[in-house]
């Protein structure tokens, strides 16, 4: 099919058997780097679907980069990202001389860095004059002056950073190679910025719409295969949230298997258990009731069913490794829409004697990957959608974070709720429509979980 | 709204009146600002009907269109008010203070302290509503293209002099309101919804009257009643008793008064253009006594300390826009380039961080909505206990214990300010929940240079402290390129992208202006 | 979309099922006789149906969750009149100023055989066909008795420039619409037809276009009308490429004509409106809940105002106040610039004193509690010890959070109000002193 834009996106995931997926994403990547280390263009432009080897391609694109003697910067969105690439580079490569650029206030990053024998730290750029690579995020590099610009720069989630933000580093590089997921949330604005709005460098805007508005003849590329979600996940992912270039899963039905040690004892969590089990999806229905955001009994029924995941002895068996591993709570992350909703959800578990599991809003979570995670619906309760609720880009996110499972927690009444939502937007000329919208993702991903409903009263 | 706004509509509706939402003012009101009352014609751009200008409560100046769609008495009315409206703002820009402001020297590129003007005071124009402000930016954008004859003697349909210049300023004021707490150009709407939750809800808060109404009833009547009438109370003429806050005008209006009257004057019927200025005016009136009824209202309050602060903030860019229409600059652009976009962008944001930071400490009401949120506690001082860093010079890093109801969203060190009574802001930082309830917070600064805290910087037990989580004056965004340097990512420089008309060339105009 | 399509199959609107489409142009289920009945009886004996047109469709989308409104429009009951005959009028109404601006913008557009038109659709559509000139633009006459007879003479029109395979302008061409089982009849301003047998639906505003931006509500309000312009013209489409074996695309981007700047010159932007067309298809089905919001009323309801001969209503107010009661309504301040009956809603809403009056986003953490007396008795704290003794279940209860924060609130605001001199607190008394 064709997007809008004329990109041309892969054919559908079914029925086509001869479908190689690490063929495909090899080629793909093969074609970024070419474009990267070869092309003519300042800039080319990477979308990766969650999961699909963001990580690795930046990583990759930076050694090759450096490899062929070409010094580069890169650019990431939040210290946690750039500690994490820096962690990556030197992982694959401990002797490659890495700068770690970061801010002058005290633990600006993180302490292992200290540790790794070819990573320099400075809160100076002329501390790291020399090394192959220098890492920091976009806020550190707006404060940072150079004489001679760098020739080559990697700016990682491209999609959330805002365009004035690109704006004030883009003079620091000839060219760059910009990577990110655009189903994730978008960048916004505490004040109005309406004034802007259809301009093609609106400031509010992500970075790849005004680069892409100015240079719309950029080589696009898209990373086709998600090495995160499941088999049992990445079509409705891929059908709900990126509709125009579809991806698939990396794994096939039946190479990954989650399994408990204990058998349920019938109650609605274990229930949910055995079907996110099974299937990969569980929905955990409670009686439909308005609630405030901090719904006791939903914030219960979601910290027990952390609980009896890791009470029932779970083990997932993947294509990483031939033995089951234990599903331990690092590996279980519980994602809600506000933050109110995390810290009640953290003292729930608390209370149940859990620790260790990461429970965050969607915005936190973004980037990360777990083997089961737990998702409180955001319209769960609520006696309206906002627009908050409903961005399309925060329910792609807790959708999209696990490897094996994913079980909602939430109240009946959604589908009404998203029924009586208005739809009276207003349309700013020139603006390129967001599409699907968050109704239509939400009412898709409502109907796939309704075939994993267990209804329970707590 | 957060709930604690949402708790004082709930109390106007069951008192009948409007509850309070601050203890304090939170914005400038001169002593002397300028109150525009306009209206405009329904279906057409910028095609003003009529205001009410002036400084004087009791002697507004009408200034009226007979015939809107007639582009001679349109520039007419537009000349009249900017012979109104620029001597009020030209008032404010002779009398200066000089501020030291550190700039970098173009020729060694240094930051080296020069001394500049700052007005002593500014212009504060006022008018009814939010749409007011859309308008006032409407009419900006409509005349400052407009070239006069002196301008051009050659250009066709010259506008009379100083209607583009008026453009600037309007234009000039227009932005500066989007700027959080910015008080230039102030809707009397805003200001009260501001400062008072009625019984009803934000949008029926847009009708100047129906809030007035709220806020200050008649004696006897519940506020909701007094409200329905400003609302869709009609003389048995089917006319509004309060007619709207405008520019917009009531299709009634229009339909069963105005447009007879305008057919009138278009025949040349005698008296027909003091009937349609009488009609104007019957409408504008009501708006204008109520806007400065809101001016009472809000005068009775004290101002927020920290208002001043905002208000030199207004005065700075008052004289700015001064500085660049006296060097003879060319009008506003049309649209902003793309680091002009991001500047604004960045400097609004700031704006608004500090605005929301210092109504907070300005003003126990609204730091009470910081507290429920989670991003600020009140509380008293247990226990202080010495501590140090550990540093080869160490300095002192007292930890305080603190009994509080507050519940504030904590984890492992997050930043904490403390207002000072001086105005000044302590440092500190989250440590843990001390045992037995309260929390222990680590004081990192604000404490002198030497080996032991300066006297009166460290609380002591049973004194009572304020802690956020947020800053008290958040700074700015970082330095973007010159808009000569717009990288290839942003389109690049603005001049090579703008290709054919100039920025600031005037808007095309067609022979039969009638439409 | 499979939950569109699923939520679709019940009418045939849906764009997948277009070609295929050989039902008449409404081609959604036919009400049965018993709903026409029923319907008849609420409109009360001889009123014709008031006939919905584009504006009031797109407005439906406005609060779907609204029963009352949507057995109202569904019976074609004229909610003005209702209004006016329960005491609270709408205050609507347009200017004649602006009727006659917009009235003479499009003819302006529309002068010389549409070139003006025509230039700016090929400009903003980029289309890859050349320009269209003068003559090679087919002007069809399309006038017709009725609206069936326009609507006919519209289809063949548009099927016949279609199979031309050359430009055709439509000028005000009459399209039909099933809602709730009757035909709707809607006229866009103008449908272009392209060479390649693409459609393009083309709205004139006469708000103005002011360096490229405009009114967003405006143009929102514009594009939602436009949707229900295209989802009509696809049923034609249907039919058309059924007849003449061209696939026929109808654009889901119109074309929105308005003043440029402050001049009388039409300048143009394409609007994408796929959104609005799923929500429109969305709202057009759920219009078909009217047999079972009908059924739920009580016996013998009727919204009949028993017009004397003069007009008149002579229903007792009180009577057709119950009736109107007997579905349920939602309420919110948002109602008040889109339904005719929002004043009366919002009298009764606010004698109940429904928490929806202040404005529907306050709803958000009051949880269960409904009405500003039960979030004021939560708020306060002895009140709030007794209800928690009444009542251990449901709203209210005492670890219910939405109290818990009410009483933190209420407690906040009273400490801070007490400890400030004067204040924003005593309107009336500084009134008083003036």
Same mark, same amino acid.
């Given at each position: 099919?064709?997007?809008?834009?004329?990109?041309?996106?892969?054919?559908?995931?079914?029925?086509?058997?001869?479908f190689?997926?690490?063929?495909?994403?090899?080629?793909?990547?093969?074609?970024?780097?070419?474009?990267?280390?070869h092309?003519?263009?300042?800039?080319?432009?990477?979308?990766?679907?969650?999961?699909?080897?963001?990580?690795?391609?930046?990583?990759?694109?930076?050694?090759?980069?450096?490899?062929?003697?070409?010094?580069?910067?890169?650019?990431?969105?939040?210290?946690?990202?750039?500690?994490?690439?820096?962690?990556?580079?030197?992982?694959?490569?401990?002797?490659?001389?890495?700068?770690?650029?970061?801010?002058?206030?005290?633990?600006?990053?993180?302490?292992?860095?200290?540790?790794?024998p070819?990573?320099?730290?400075?809160?100076?750029?002329?501390?790291?004059?020399?090394?192959?690579?220098?890492?920091?995020?976009?806020?550190?590099?707006?404060?940072?002056?150079?004489?001679?610009?760098w020739?080559?720069?990697?700016?990682?989630?491209?999609?959330?950073?805002?365009?004035?933000?690109?704006?004030?580093?883009?003079?620091l590089?000839?060219?760059?190679?910009?990577?990110?997921?655009?189903g994730?949330?978008?960048?916004?604005?505490?004040?109005?910025?309406?004034?802007?709005?259809?301009?093609?460098?609106?400031?509010?805007?992500?970075?790849?719409?005004?680069?892409?508005?100015?240079?719309?003849?950029?080589?696009?590329?898209?990373?086709?295969?998600?090495?995160r979600?499941?088999?049992?996940?990445?079509?409705?992912?891929?059908?709900?949230?990126?509709?125009?270039?579809?991806?698939r899963?990396?794994?096939?039905?039946?190479?990954?298997?989650?399994?408990?040690?204990?058998?349920?004892?019938?109650?609605?969590?274990?229930?949910?258990?055995?079907?996110?089990?099974?299937?990969?999806?569980?929905?955990?229905?409670?009686?439909?009731?308005?609630?405030?955001?901090?719904?006791?009994?939903?914030?219960?029924?979601?910290?027990?069913?952390?609980?009896?995941?890791l009470?029932?002895?779970?083990?997932?068996?993947?294509?990483?490794?031939?033995?089951?591993?234990?599903?331990?709570?690092?590996?279980i992350?519980?994602?809600?829409?506000?933050?109110?909703?995390?810290?009640?959800?953290?003292?729930?578990l608390?209370?149940?004697?859990?620790?260790?599991?990461?429970?965050?809003?969607?915005?936190?979570?973004?980037?990360?990957?777990?083997?089961?995670?737990?998702?409180?619906?955001?319209?769960?309760?609520?006696?309206?959608?906002?627009?908050?609720?409903?961005?399309?880009?925060r329910?792609?996110?807790?959708?999209?974070?696990?490897?094996?499972?994913?079980?909602?927690?939430?109240?009946?009444?959604?589908?009404?709720?998203?029924?009586?939502?208005?739809?009276?937007?207003?349309?700013?000329?020139?603006?390129?429509?967001?599409?699907?919208?968050?109704?239509?993702?939400?009412?898709?991903?409502?109907?796939?979980?309704?075939?994993?409903?267990?209804?329970?009263?707590? | 709204?957060?709930l604690?706004?949402?708790?004082?509509?709930?109390?106007?509706?069951?008192?009948?009146?409007?509850?309070?939402?601050?203890?304090?003012?939170h914005?400038h009101?001169?002593?002397?600002?300028?109150?525009?009352?306009?209206?405009?014609?329904?279906?057409?751009?910028?095609?003003?009907?009529?205001?009410?200008?002036?400084?004087?409560?009791?002697?507004?100046?009408?200034l009226?269109?007979?015939?809107?769609?007639?582009?001679?008495?349109?520039?007419a009315?537009?000349?009249?008010?900017?012979?109104?409206?620029?001597?009020?703002?030209?008032?404010?820009?002779?009398?200066?203070?000089?501020?030291?402001?550190?700039e970098?020297?173009?020729?060694?590129?240094?930051?080296?302290?020069?001394?500049?003007?700052?007005?002593?005071?500014?212009?504060?124009?006022?008018?009814?509503?939010?749409?007011g402000?859309?308008?006032?930016?409407?009419?900006?954008?409509?005349?400052?293209?407009?070239?006069?004859?002196?301008?051009?003697?050659?250009?066709?349909?010259?506008?009379?002099?100083?209607?583009?210049?008026?453009?600037?300023?309007?234009?000039?004021?227009?932005?500066?309101?989007?700027?959080?707490?910015?008080?230039?150009?102030?809707?009397?709407?805003?200001? @009260?919804?501001?400062h008072?939750?009625t019984?009803?809800?934000? @949008?029926?808060?847009?009708?100047?009257?129906?809030?007035?109404?709220?806020?200050?009833?008649?004696?006897?009547?519940?506020?909701?009643?007094?409200?329905?009438?400003?609302?869709?109370?009609?003389?048995?003429?089917?006319?509004?008793?309060?007619?709207?806050?405008?520019?917009?005008?009531?299709?009634?209006?229009?339909?069963?008064?105005?447009?007879?009257?305008?057919?009138r004057?278009?025949?040349?019927?005698?008296?027909?253009?003091?009937?349609?200025?009488?009609?104007i005016?019957?409408?504008?009136?009501?708006?204008?006594?109520?806007?400065?009824?809101?001016?009472?209202?809000?005068?009775?309050?004290?101002?927020?300390?920290?208002?001043?602060?905002?208000?030199?903030?207004?005065?700075?860019?008052?004289?700015?826009?001064r500085?660049?229409?006296?060097?003879?600059?060319?009008?506003?652009?049309?649209?902003?380039?793309?680091?002009?976009a991001?500047?604004? @962008?960045?400097?609004?944001?700031?704006?608004?961080?500090?605005?929301?930071?210092?109504?907070?400490?300005?003003?126990?009401?609204?730091?009470?909505?910081?507290?429920?949120?989670?991003?600020?506690?009140?509380?008293?001082?247990?226990?202080?206990?010495?501590?140090?860093?550990?540093?080869?010079?160490?300095?002192?890093?007292?930890?305080?214990?603190?009994?509080?109801?507050?519940r504030?969203?904590?984890?492992?060190?997050?930043?904490?300010?403390?207002?000072?009574?001086?105005?000044?802001?302590?440092?500190?930082?989250?440590?843990?929940?001390?045992?037995?309830?309260g929390?222990?917070?680590?004081?990192?600064?604000?404490?002198?240079?030497?080996?032991?805290?300066?006297?009166?910087?460290?609380?002591?037990?049973?004194?009572?402290?304020?802690?956020?989580?947020?800053?008290?004056?958040?700074?700015?965004?970082?330095?973007?390129?010159?808009?000569?340097d717009?990288?290839?990512?942003?389109?690049?420089?603005?001049?090579?992208?703008?290709?054919?008309?100039?920025?600031?060339?005037?808007?095309?105009?067609?022979?039969?202006?009638?439409? | 979309?499979?939950?569109?399509?699923?939520?679709?199959?019940?009418?045939?609107?849906?764009?997948?099922?277009?070609?295929?489409?050989?039902?008449?142009?409404?081609?959604?289920?036919?009400?049965?006789?018993?709903?026409?009945?029923?319907?008849?009886?609420?409109r009360?004996?001889?009123?014709?149906?008031?006939?919905?047109?584009?504006?009031?469709?797109?407005?439906?989308?406005?609060?779907?969750?609204?029963?009352?409104?949507?057995?109202?429009?569904?019976?074609?009951?004229?909610?003005?009149?209702?209004?006016?005959?329960?005491?609270?009028?709408?205050?609507?109404?347009?200017s004649?100023?602006?009727?006659?601006?917009?009235?003479?913008?499009?003819?302006?557009?529309?002068?010389?055989?549409?070139?003006?038109?025509m230039?700016?659709?090929?400009?903003?559509?980029?289309?890859?066909?050349?320009?269209?000139?003068?003559?090679?633009?087919?002007?069809?006459?399309?006038?017709?008795?009725?609206?069936?007879?326009?609507?006919?003479?519209?289809?063949?029109?548009?099927?016949?420039?279609?199979?031309?395979?050359?430009?055709?302008?439509?000028?005000h061409?009459?399209?039909?619409?099933?809602?709730?089982?009757?035909?709707?009849?809607?006229?866009?301003?103008?449908?272009?037809?392209?060479?390649?047998?693409?459609?393009?639906?083309?709205?004139?505003?006469?708000?103005?276009?002011?360096?490229?931006?405009?009114?967003?509500?405006?143009?929102?309000?514009?594009?939602?009308?436009?949707?229900?312009?295209?989802?009509?013209?696809?049923?034609?489409?249907?039919?058309?490429?059924?007849?003449?074996?061209?696939?026929?695309?109808?654009?889901?981007?119109?074309?929105?004509?308005?003043?440029?700047?402050?001049?009388?010159?039409?300048?143009?932007?394409?609007?994408?409106?796929?959104?609005?067309?799923?929500?429109?298809?969305?709202?057009?089905t759920?219009?078909?809940?009217?047999?079972?919001?009908?059924?739920?009323?009580?016996?013998?309801?009727?919204?009949?105002?028993?017009?004397?001969?003069?007009?008149?209503?002579?229903?007792?107010?009180?009577?057709?106040?119950?009736?109107?009661?007997?579905?349920?309504?939602?309420?919110?301040?948002?109602?008040?610039?889109?339904?005719?009956?929002?004043?009366?809603?919002?009298?009764?809403?606010?004698?109940?004193?429904?928490?929806?009056?202040?404005?529907?986003?306050?709803?958000?953490?009051?949880?269960?509690?409904?009405?500003?007396?039960?979030?004021?008795?939560?708020?306060?704290?002895?009140?709030?010890e007794?209800?928690?003794?009444?009542?251990?279940?449901?709203?209210?209860?005492?670890?219910?959070p939405?109290?818990?924060a009410?009483?933190?609130?209420?407690?906040?605001?009273?400490?801070?109000?007490?400890?400030?001199?004067?204040?924003?607190?005593?309107?009336?008394?500084?009134?008083?002193?003036?």
């Amino acid at each position: 099919m064709t997007r809008p834009d004329g990109r041309t996106s892969l054919p559908a995931q079914r029925g086509e058997r001869s479908f190689d997926p690490a063929a495909a994403a090899a080629a793909a990547t093969d074609a970024i780097l070419h474009d990267t280390l070869h092309g003519t263009r300042r800039g080319v432009v990477v979308d990766s679907p969650p999961g699909a080897g963001k990580s690795t391609l930046v990583v990759r694109a930076a050694r090759e980069l450096a490899a062929a003697g070409r010094p580069l910067m890169v650019v990431a969105q939040t210290n946690a990202q750039v500690d994490d690439l820096v962690l990556r580079l030197a992982d694959k490569d401990p002797g490659l001389p890495v700068g770690r650029l970061h801010s002058s206030e005290a633990n600006a990053f993180d302490p292992a860095l200290a540790e790794l024998p070819s990573v320099r730290t400075s809160a100076k750029i002329a501390d790291l004059a020399g090394m192959d690579i220098v890492v920091s995020t976009a806020a550190k590099w707006a404060y940072t002056k150079v004489d001679t610009p760098w020739g080559h720069a990697i700016v990682d989630e491209a999609y959330q950073m805002r365009s004035d933000a690109l704006l004030s580093v883009a003079g620091l590089f000839e060219r760059a190679l910009f990577v990110g997921d655009p189903g994730q949330l978008d960048p916004f604005s505490v004040v109005g910025a309406d004034q802007w709005a259809g301009l093609a460098y609106d400031p509010s805007s992500s970075a790849v719409a005004t680069l892409l508005a100015h240079n719309p003849d950029l080589p696009q590329h898209r990373l086709p295969v998600s090495w995160r979600l499941p088999a049992s996940a990445a079509p409705l992912v891929s059908d709900a949230f990126y509709p125009y270039t579809r991806f698939r899963s990396g794994t096939d039905h039946g190479d990954r298997r989650l399994a408990f040690g204990v058998a349920g004892d019938g109650s609605g969590v274990d229930r949910v258990l055995d079907e996110a089990a099974e299937s990969g999806w569980g929905l955990l229905e409670l009686p439909a009731r308005h609630t405030p955001r901090t719904d006791p009994e939903a914030v219960r029924a979601t910290a027990l069913v952390v609980r009896r995941l890791l009470d029932r002895g779970g083990a997932a068996t993947s294509e990483n490794s031939p033995d089951p591993v234990p599903l331990t709570a690092d590996r279980i992350a519980v994602g809600t829409a506000h933050r109110d909703q995390a810290a009640a959800v953290r003292a729930a578990l608390s209370d149940l004697g859990v620790h260790g599991v990461t429970v965050d809003t969607a915005n936190r979570l973004q980037g990360r990957e777990f083997d089961v995670t737990v998702v409180l619906h955001p319209l769960s309760g609520r006696p309206d959608a906002t627009a908050f609720h409903l961005e399309t880009g925060r329910l792609c996110v807790l959708a999209s974070r696990h490897r094996h499972a994913c079980i909602v927690v939430c109240r009946e009444g959604v589908a009404e709720l998203l029924d009586e939502h208005p739809s009276t937007e207003p349309v700013q000329l020139g603006v390129t429509v967001k599409f699907p919208d968050g109704w239509e993702a939400n009412h898709a991903v409502l109907a796939h979980l309704a075939e994993h409903r267990v209804r329970w009263r707590p | 709204m957060s709930l604690i706004q949402t708790l004082a509509r709930m109390e106007a509706v069951a008192s009948g009146r409007a509850a309070p939402l601050t203890t304090v003012r939170h914005r400038h009101l001169s002593e002397r600002p300028l109150v525009l009352v306009p209206m405009t014609t329904a279906g057409e751009a910028g095609a003003p009907l009529g205001v009410l200008v002036g400084t004087d409560r009791e002697k507004p100046q009408l200034l009226a269109v007979p015939q809107p769609r007639d582009r001679e008495l349109r520039f007419a009315f537009l000349a009249e008010l900017a012979e109104s409206v620029l001597p009020y703002v030209d008032g404010f820009a002779d009398a200066v203070e000089w501020e030291e402001r550190k700039e970098t020297d173009p020729e060694t590129g240094k930051r080296v302290a020069v001394q500049v003007e700052l007005c002593a005071d500014a212009p504060q124009l006022i008018v009814p509503s939010t749409a007011g402000i859309d308008f006032v930016r409407l009419l900006g954008r409509s005349m400052r293209f407009r070239r006069t004859a002196e301008q051009e003697p050659e250009t066709p349909y010259p506008a009379p002099p100083h209607v583009p210049l008026l453009g600037r300023w309007f234009t000039h004021f227009g932005e500066r309101s989007r700027v959080p707490g910015a008080s230039l150009l102030l809707a009397m709407t805003g200001l @009260l919804s501001r400062h008072w939750a009625t019984g009803q809800s934000m @949008l029926e808060d847009q009708h100047l009257g129906a809030l007035l109404a709220w806020i200050d009833p008649p004696p006897g009547e519940s506020g909701q009643v007094a409200a329905e009438r400003a609302e869709t109370g009609r003389d048995a003429d089917g006319q509004l008793l309060c007619p709207p806050a405008g520019p917009a005008t009531d299709p009634a209006f229009d339909n069963r008064l105005l447009s007879p009257a305008m057919a009138r004057y278009d025949a040349g019927l005698s008296g027909a253009e003091e009937e349609v200025r009488a009609l104007i005016e019957g409408q504008l009136r009501p708006t204008w006594d109520a806007v400065w009824q809101g001016l009472d209202l809000l005068r009775a309050l004290p101002p927020g300390a920290r208002v001043a602060d905002r208000w030199k903030r207004d005065r700075w860019s008052y004289t700015a826009h001064r500085d660049r229409v006296r060097a003879g600059e060319p009008p506003q652009p049309r649209r902003d380039d793309a680091v002009t976009a991001a500047q604004k @962008l960045a400097s609004r944001e700031t704006a608004q961080a500090q605005l929301d930071a210092q109504e907070a400490l300005d003003d126990p009401l609204v730091m009470a909505g910081r507290r429920l949120s989670g991003e600020a506690m009140c509380g008293t001082v247990v226990h202080v206990e010495m501590a140090y860093s550990e540093s080869r010079r160490p300095t002192p890093r007292p930890l305080v214990t603190l009994r509080t109801e507050d519940r504030p969203q904590l984890s492992e060190n997050v930043k904490l300010y403390r207002p000072l009574p001086d105005g000044r802001t302590q440092p500190a930082e989250f440590v843990s929940y001390a045992a037995g309830g309260g929390l222990v917070v680590r004081l990192t600064g604000g404490m002198g240079r030497g080996k032991e805290p300066e006297p009166g910087s460290v609380p002591e037990a049973d004194d009572a402290v304020t802690w956020t989580l947020f800053e008290h004056s958040p700074r700015g965004g970082p330095e973007l390129p010159d808009p000569e340097d717009t990288p290839w990512t942003h389109g690049g420089p603005p001049a090579a992208a703008a290709a054919g008309a100039p920025a600031d060339a005037p808007d095309p105009v067609t022979a039969e202006d009638f439409l | 979309m499979s939950v569109l399509d699923a939520r679709l199959s019940r009418v045939n609107v849906s764009r997948d099922s277009r070609p295929a489409a050989a039902a008449p142009p409404a081609g959604q289920q036919t009400p049965t006789p018993s709903l026409r009945r029923r319907l008849t009886e609420l409109r009360g004996p001889g009123v014709r149906p008031r006939s919905l047109d584009a504006r009031a469709l797109a407005a439906l989308a406005a609060n779907p969750g609204c029963r009352r409104r949507a057995l109202l429009d569904g019976a074609g009951i004229d909610k003005g009149a209702l209004a006016q005959a329960l005491g609270s009028p709408a205050t609507y109404g347009q200017s004649q100023f602006a009727i006659m601006r917009g009235i003479t913008f499009e003819s302006r557009v529309k002068a010389d055989g549409g070139a003006a038109l025509m230039r700016l659709l090929h400009e903003r559509l980029r289309t890859d066909t050349a320009p269209p000139e003068g003559e090679e633009v087919a002007l069809p006459d399309l006038s017709a008795a009725g609206p069936e007879g326009r609507a006919a003479r519209t289809a063949l029109a548009l099927r016949e420039a279609t199979a031309a395979g050359g430009w055709a302008l439509l000028d005000h061409p009459m399209l039909a619409v099933e809602v709730a089982g009757s035909p709707v009849y809607v006229e866009p301003d103008a449908v272009v037809v392209h060479p390649d047998g693409s459609w393009t639906v083309v709205e004139i505003k006469s708000f103005p276009m002011i360096d490229g931006a405009a009114d967003a509500s405006k143009v929102g309000e514009a594009a939602r009308q436009a949707a229900v312009y295209v989802l009509a013209l696809e049923n034609v489409a249907g039919h058309v490429t059924a007849r003449t074996g061209r696939e026929v695309r109808v654009r889901d981007r119109v074309l929105l004509v308005c003043p440029k700047d402050f001049s009388n010159l039409p300048t143009a932007a394409a609007v994408d409106v796929r959104k609005q067309l799923a929500t429109t298809r969305r709202q057009l089905t759920r219009l078909t809940r009217v047999e079972e919001i009908a059924a739920s009323l009580p016996e013998g309801t009727t919204f009949d105002l028993r017009p004397a001969e003069d007009g008149r209503p002579t229903r007792p107010t009180g009577e057709l106040s119950e009736a109107v009661e007997t579905v349920g309504a939602a309420y919110s301040p948002e109602c008040l610039a889109s339904c005719e009956l929002a004043f009366h809603c919002r009298k009764r809403s606010r004698e109940q004193g429904a928490v929806e009056t202040l404005g529907r986003g306050v709803r958000g953490e009051l949880g269960g509690l409904r009405t500003v007396g039960e979030v004021l008795a939560a708020a306060a704290p002895e009140a709030a010890e007794e209800a928690a003794e009444d009542r251990a279940e449901g709203p209210g209860r005492p670890d219910d959070p939405a109290v818990l924060a009410l009483r933190r609130a209420a407690a906040l605001r009273a400490e801070a109000l007490a400890g400030a001199t004067g204040g924003a607190a005593r309107p009336a008394e500084e009134r008083a002193c003036r």
